[in-house]
């Protein structure tokens, strides 16, 4: 058996010291690209969304390395992701591919299934000790590799050039990848913080003005992975926006996947909250959440919300149709992209362009309101 999984921004980073842990064997597919999606625009269905596509390429590409066995999590309500697994099964199997799909859900609420499931993928010889050590090692990682984004998001929009935040970026990550203990985990997320700080040092006037900040909300596959929102996060951050994510691996996968019995490094938690005003029940994908986003970045005063979405997603929509109020209740300017296989970067960029003219005329036009306040009050 050879593992191989759906490249999802920098999950692989987790996936793999899991399977390195436990001496399985696996495959990480190609980083996302134009080759790939190409490959699963073909064998998809027309109305499938853009993660789906994209998955299928990634499996076609792993195979040609030997990949024999999927491993992919699973979902429940009305969210087209759910169906993923068998879809993808039953459309590889049509395309001359003999994988073994292995869907990791929790069965009726159960871990049972979940356990049964982890098993079977690391191997009889690997005791349930050993299991449950790799599993919470592969966890520390996945809340490492999240603080890092986080810190690059902080980082980017004060960088000298874009090149200057990648750098940076990219060495923190191949130190994660190549800890092999806690201590090497946190010396990862450590250098990164070092390495911003002494930058600051050697130039604080650079770090002195207050960028925009735009909150990202929305589903999980768009928001972690780079290529299918055309690198919205590092465009914003190149632009000179200080972006902060509402969803973050660690967060999703103690929530969905632990049943809340792990935080991560942000807790989705407080967004069912806040979300209830605008949508009190359960609509599939992240749509709760999408809506408790919103009203969390609103409260804490962001600039401005960007929801991104693959065409066709449902809870989305219907998440989508409810910003409008939280736009009006707390004036706060919303835009919503939705991307596909014909989305390209340069229609983006301008779209993104334009809506960082329109918060910095309204933080300006606040900022002369407030000054005048302050001149009448005197």
């Known amino acids: 058996m050879k593992i191989t999984f759906p490249h999802m921004g920098n999950s692989w980073i987790v996936i793999q010291a899991l399977f390195d842990s436990l001496g399985v064997e696996y495959v990480i597919p190609p980083k996302n690209s134009k080759e790939t999606l190409n490959i699963g625009t073909k064998l998809a269905p027309e109305s499938a969304c853009l993660p789906l596509k994209l998955n299928l390429g990634n499996y076609i590409e792993a195979a040609e390395q030997g990949a024999d066995t999927v491993v992919i999590t699973g979902g429940i309500g009305p969210c087209r992701f759910g169906y993923y697994g068998e879809s993808e099964r039953q459309i590889l199997q049509d395309a001359g591919f003999s994988y073994d799909v292995v869907i990791l859900e929790p069965p009726d609420g159960s871990l049972m299934g979940l356990a049964e499931r ?69 010396g990862a997320v450590r250098w990164l913080k070092s390495r911003i700080r002494e930058k600051e040092e050697e130039n604080p006037e650079q770090f002195s003005e207050s960028p925009l900040k735009i909150g990202i909300i929305g589903e999980i596959y768009t928001i972690l992975e780079p290529f299918s929102s055309v690198e919205v996060e590092k465009q914003l951050g190149n632009l000179g926006a200080q972006v902060d994510r509402s969803i973050y691996l660690s967060g999703w996968v103690g929530q969905h996947v632990f049943q809340g019995l792990a935080q991560g490094y ?91 003219d329109l918060l910095e005329r309204s933080k300006g036009k606040q900022n002369v309101i407030q000054l005048g306040e302050i001149s009448h009050a005197h």
């Open 118 to 186: 982890i098993r079977y993928l690391a191997g009889r010889e690997n005791s349930w000790y050993k299991i449950g050590r790799a599993l919470r090692f592969a966890y520390r990682k996945s809340v490492a590799i999240d603080q890092i984004e986080d810190l690059i998001h902080g980082f980017r929009p004060y960088a000298v050039n874009s090149q200057e935040a990648d750098q940076l970026f990219e060495e923190a990550k191949r130190r994660l990848v190549l800890a092999m203990t806690d201590e090497g985990i946190k």
């Open 266 to 356: 942000r807790s989705l938690k407080p967004y069912y909250r806040l979300a209830k005003p605008y949508l009190n029940h359960f609509v599939g994908g992240h749509g709760e959440e999408t809506v408790g986003a919103a009203v969390h970045y609103a409260k804490q005063g962001y600039d401005g919300i960007i929801q991104i979405l693959p065409l066709g997603c449902m809870p989305e929509i219907v998440a989508s149709s409810i910003l409008p109020r939280i736009q009006e209740d707390y004036n706060v300017p919303i835009m919503t992209l939705t991307f596909d296989e014909h989305t390209g970067q340069a229609g983006v960029q301008t779209r993104l362009e334009a809506f960082m």
